[in-house]
């Protein structure tokens, strides 16, 4: 624990939001910081879980403990929709209270001798996890810990590292949409990853909680998708972002049954192990949310109009930030928008931000020393809000 350079990016920002709040009482202070979702739920998926949730006081409703690994109709609701034709079974995925708490069951599952590789940028559960557990040692000036791998992943290189370079490590955190550059890596990009994982025996956590913001068709939006990613890969999801259940809390872990330690051995079976030592399962209340979500084409399309109007919000940032003449990136196929602020650091432009215009962005350092110079700005928000706050960066950055 005395490791850990910084407090949680989340809730220092929040500390910085209720101070500014405290100088300024009267500022209305607009969040585009963390990717917290605004939009109401669809009444399909809350009137499912009403209706549960009332039955729950009847006799023949009530319901007590779940599986721990989630109902069954849920599991294959995400098998079939979410990973069609890519092998994945309801017996390979495990409901969770979400990808973040998952992270946290898997850093479990792996323990404190496994070396691991992450984005740089990147979320920054993954490596503050790996603190905690002990897999590292110190962290240096710039805030690298040693014995974590950081893949540089900027412009400068597509934001997908040259894999030749990286060392060998027991463990890859890999996040696509990546938040917070807001890129989608490619099939091609990732083919490499799953060839890379495979010849030297690693395991890929894929995080494709943004996935559902991948726009088109060409761009993957699992790593299932890639042959042979079975064999290597563990993916976590979420339905935060998919359905706005921030607060319901929902998510999942695909580990595939193909996936199995160099002794031949289940890792599948050993993280069942965890999530039954650890976990009671996720509210049955949400799951019942979740498959809403997923089961008729009613609900997938309700879902699919949320995450449009955030899509909207995104657009409005980009061409906001590109008429101010800035460099930009992400937008398309995420939440997140991510601006270079050439020479500045990333803790003082967010606090310039904050200080003239009110509103909250996340500075870029936050997510590993490779987001120096950037801050990342978030689409979650109502349109209304996203305008306002806009037109607030533009009288102040024009
Ligand atoms: C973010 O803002 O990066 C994330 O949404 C926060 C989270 O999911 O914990």
């Known amino acids: 624990m005395e490791k850990l350079r910084n ?39 809350t009137s499912a879980m009403a209706e549960y949730s009332l039955a729950l006081s009847t006799p023949e409703g009530y319901q007590g403990y779940g599986p721990e690994k989630g109902q069954k109709s849920l599991r294959k609701a995400i098998a079939e929709k979410i990973y069609p034709n890519m092998g994945i079974t309801d017996t390979d995925v495990f409901i969770s209270d979400g990808a973040q708490c998952d992270i946290a069951r898997l850093q479990m599952l792996f323990g404190r001798d496994v070396t691991i590789a992450v984005q740089d940028p990147t979320f920054p559960g993954y490596v503050d996890t790996g603190v905690i557990m002990g897999q590292t040692g110190a962290p240096d000036e710039s805030g690298r810990y040693a014995g974590i791998e950081y893949m540089r992943c900027a412009p400068e290189n597509a934001f997908f590292p040259d894999l030749a370079t990286v060392p060998r490590t027991d463990v890859i955190f890999f996040c696509s949409p990546n938040n917070p550059t807001g890129h989608a890596a490619s099939r091609d990009q990732l083919r490499q990853l799953v060839d890379f994982a495979r010849g030297n025996g690693s395991i890929v956590v894929f995080d494709s909680a943004y996935s559902s913001y991948v726009s088109g068709d ?25 359905a706005g259940f921030t607060g ?26 965890v999530v039954c030592t650890t976990f009671n399962g996720a509210s049955s209340v949400a799951q019942v949310g979740g498959l809403a979500c997923l089961e008729t084409e009613e609900g997938r399309e309700a879902v699919r109009r949320v995450v449009g109007k955030y899509k909207e919000n995104t657009r409005v940032l980009v061409d906001t930030f590109t008429a101010l003449g800035k460099e930009v990136y992400g937008g398309d196929d995420s939440p997140y928008v991510w601006v270079r602020f050439p020479g ?50 533009t009288s102040f950055l024009a």
């Not at 989340?10 to 939009?39: C, N, W």
């Not at 051995?265 to 993280?271: C, E, I, L, M």
């Not at 990333?346 to 801050?375: A, R």
């Open 344 to 393: 500045q650091r990333s803790w003082d432009v967010f606090g310039e931000i904050l200080e003239k215009t009110h509103v909250i962005t996340v500075p870029g350092s936050g997510f590993g020393p490779g987001g120096e110079g950037f801050i990342r700005v978030s689409a979650f928000n109502s349109k209304e809000k996203v305008v306002e706050a806009c037109a607030r960066l």
């Open 218 to 242: 060409q761009l993957p939006r699992s790593i299932y998708e890639i042959p042979g990613a079975r064999e290597v890969a563990i993916e976590i999801s979420s339905f935060s972002k998919f």
């Open 7 to 45: 407090g949680y990016l989340f809730p220092e920002i929040s500390m910085r939001r209720e101070a500014h709040q405290k100088k300024y009482p009267d500022a209305k202070v607009i969040s585009l910081g963390i990717g917290d979702t605004t939009e109401p739920i669809p009444s399909i998926i």
């Open 248 to 273: 319901v809390r929902l998510g999942w872990a695909v580990v595939p049954d193909e996936l199995l330690y160099a002794d031949g051995t289940s890792v599948a079976r050993d993280f069942d192990r």
